[in-house]
């Protein structure tokens, strides 16, 4: 558990330090896989570490125990032993080819997944649910062809090893025969129960390769991921704010987001600010307004010069960053709740009409990304966020680009320039009322700082400053006239709608009217919130036993549950054979070795090789219909899974976190590729072994079951009692 929480822990902390090149070769869904796949076959390895030490101690024992009753022969059965060991190279190096294209193929299906998930309203709008699920599907069909693979060759490794004791058992006994050592019945049975020794190293051996062939290929990966470039620690100098009255000095700074490249994004960057100055940074598109705020936050790798920050920054990006919460946790982001610093903070960044019209007020919860919320609102509950942090240094990239022209100018007056107005202030913007304001004002093109000064000295060097405020002149003016229109004509049409559905509701009776409102109010997503304003319910957990119909539902959703009773009889066969090859040996062998012997040894031997061959078989064919069961099972449950969640309405994805849905398509889907068939073939295995051994066990000694239930109703009530 603490290497899992540890490397968690890692993956995590790593995900946040990333490159931007490194954090574009691995999606959030890829993140996932390393966070729940490969670290659960990581620390599957270290369960079977003890065996690395414990199968040659159980060999050798083996061994010395078997020369003791059977002399040389038991160097054959070494020689056997050692030969099935050797046959686990090949196979283990194919197994982790086959690992290394699951995991490639399970990424792919994650990544697109997430990418589903994410844009999922523009799906439904487009209607392309069902392209994307048959896209989902071919992706699914990709990795379970390579699990097939796997499966198979994990079937024939099973063979091999479960076979393996009946081949040691004659190589040995063949042997013996050759070079004369008596065969008793006491010799043949203490034989066959040292095999039994040699049976749980024989046994381990294959689970034990494969786990740590899957486990080297994680490891593989998440070392590979925890190897990817980080952000540099040296692309900012920290200095303490006594030693200098500058909060941001650049010198002959520049930049560029890949490191490689011969032309840096950002080139030939002066800048030095004041403590309490307020910048403006100004610009057409692509001129690099945001990049000169990744070179002060230091996320934007540094080719040349240097930069030297004072003080802790606060960054507001264009793009609203929004947590699922309620509002009051999206501001605070984990400090403490001062009342009244709250309250400055709400009314400063224009939310309190915001938070009137919530039914609970600041504690509503924001669905997942703020889906329902609009981007007015979600900018303004970023921006408190920033300014309820008390930072020192304040980046805003064009924070007012998704209010509408009176609330920004309200922003900015009582934010900005009022709670903020001691604060050091870097701003981008593209609306020019907010320019005269700054003291130092900053125009970026080609990614140089072409200009720089206050409005009014800009105004009187050239006419490059002209056109810009000129152009952004015009856009503002469109836009406040393309307003004015819409809300004219929102009113006449609101009228219309008025008349309308008055005369909608006369021609309707009370039932019908009532039928309408139920069927409007379905699609407000302010209807999914609760009467404690919760959006996103928590996951739900059923506590106690497992119910029989789960178990039902899973062994007859292939062919109706036709392939169970084939799997128990092959593995009742299996049982079968071994209690009559180890019946038969000690029935045809003489008591001692002056005993005449009941069948030859040609027979003995030929009887005893055919009842190991129809074992080997048996289990053979339960290995391949557990597998078979197991991924069509898996792959109808996916299929199931994935058309429910295609097909569910926008309120499911508002109230659902995404990560929880991938969880379901990542670690569960990967139990239920792998793991549950295994799981319940070796329990079906179990409860056999256990009957078919009290069966021999009641020929002899009757009163083993006077044992046998106690031991039985003990096992049962523990097993129960841990499952819950």
Request: with cysteine; aromatic share 8%; net charge negative.
């Amino acid at each position: 558990m603490r290497l899992r929480a540890a490397l968690i822990s890692h993956i995590y902390q790593k995900g946040l330090r990333l490159s931007c090149g490194a954090r574009q070769k691995h999606s959030s869904g890829e993140i996932i896989n390393y966070m729940s796949v490969d670290i659960q076959r990581i620390t599957e390895v270290m369960w079977y570490t003890n065996y690395i030490w414990m199968l040659p101690i159980q060999l050798s024992l083996a061994v010395y125990v078997l020369h003791l009753n059977l002399g040389a022969g038991a160097w054959a059965s070494l020689a056997a032993t050692l030969a099935i060991m050797t046959c686990n190279i090949p196979l283990t190096r194919l197994q982790k080819r086959l690992q290394s294209e699951i995991m490639a193929a399970k990424d792919n299906r994650m990544k697109a997944t997430t990418e589903v998930l994410r844009s999922m309203k523009i799906l439904k709008l487009q209607a392309w649910d069902t392209e994307y699920l048959q896209k989902l599907e071919a992706l699914q069909r990709e990795e379970h062809n390579w699990l097939w693979k796997s499966v198979r060759l994990s079937a024939l490794t099973t063979f091999i090893f479960w076979g393996s004791p009946a081949f040691i058992s004659s190589i040995t006994f063949g042997t013996c025969i050759l070079m004369g050592i008596p065969l008793t019945a006491g010799t043949v049975l203490s034989a066959l129960a040292t095999f039994r020794m040699l049976q749980d190293p024989i046994f381990t051996l294959p689970d034990l390769l494969s786990v740590f062939a899957q486990g080297k290929v994680s490891a593989d990966r998440v070392a590979q991921y925890l190897q990817e470039e980080e952000l540099k620690c040296d692309a900012i100098t920290e200095v303490p704010r006594n030693d200098t009255d500058y909060d941001v000095e650049i010198d002959h700074g520049a930049f560029s987001w890949e490191p490689e490249t011969t032309s840096p994004t950002i080139t030939d960057v002066n800048l030095k600010v004041k403590r309490g100055m307020k910048v403006a940074i100004c610009g057409v598109v692509g001129s690099g307004k945001s990049s000169l705020l990744s070179c002060i936050l230091g996320e934007m790798p540094k080719l040349a010069g240097t930069v030297r920050v004072s003080g802790s920054r606060a960054y507001v990006p264009q793009t609203a960053w929004i947590l699922s919460g309620n509002i009051r946790d999206n501001i605070l982001f984990g400090n403490p709740y001062d009342r009244e610093k709250y309250q400055k903070v709400i009314q400063a960044c224009a939310l309190t009409k915001d938070l009137e019209l919530f039914a609970n007020g600041d504690l509503t919860e924001i669905g997942e990304r703020g889906i329902n919320m609009s981007g007015g609102q979600k900018q303004r509950i970023q921006i408190a966020r920033s300014v309820y942090e008390d930072a020192d240094i304040y980046l805003f990239d064009d924070p007012f680009s998704a209010v509408d022209a009176h609330t920004g100018g309200q922003l900015f007056k009582d934010c900005l320039m009022g709670m903020l107005k001691d604060k050091t202030i870097l701003y981008v913007t593209h609306q020019v009322e907010f320019l005269p304001a700054a003291d130092l004002i900053l125009v970026m093109q080609d990614g140089k700082i072409v200009q720089k000064g206050t409005f009014d000295d800009l105004l009187q060097q050239n006419i490059g400053f002209e056109a810009i405020v000129g152009t952004h002149s015009q856009a503002t003016e469109s836009v406040i006239n393309a307003e004015s229109s819409s809300r004219i004509l929102s009113t006449e049409s609101q009228k219309l709608a008025d008349i309308d559905e008055e005369f909608e509701r006369e021609n309707h009776t009370d039932d019908q009217i009532q039928g309408i409102l139920k069927q409007e109010s379905a699609h407000d997503v302010s209807q999914v919130i609760n009467e404690k304003g919760r959006l996103t319910q928590d996951e739900e957990r059923e506590k106690g036993g497992i119910g029989k119909t789960i178990y039902w539902a899973y062994l007859t959703a292939v062919h109706g549950g036709a392939l169970a009773p084939m799997t128990v009889a092959a593995q009742s066969f299996f049982q079968i054979f071994q209690v009559a090859g180890n019946y038969w040996m000690a029935w045809a062998c003489p008591p001692t070795s002056a005993t005449t012997p009941r069948v030859g040894l040609g027979l003995l031997f030929f009887v005893y090789i055919v009842l190991s061959i129809g074992s080997a078989l048996c289990v053979f064919g339960r290995s391949m219909l557990v597998s078979l069961v197991g991924l069509l099972t898996a792959e109808k449950f996916f299929k199931n899974m994935l058309h429910c969640i295609l097909r569910a309405p926008m309120s499911f994805f508002d109230s659902t976190p995404t990560g929880r849905i991938l969880n379901r398509v990542s670690n569960d889907q990967s139990v239920l590729d792998l793991k549950m068939a295994d799981s319940l073939g070796w329990c079906a295995f179990s409860v056999i072994q256990i009957l078919g051994t009290i069966g021999i066990m009641s020929q002899v000694a009757w009163p083993v079951f006077v044992i046998f239930i106690p031991v039985t109703a003990i096992c049962c009530v523990s097993s129960k009692s841990s499952l819950q």
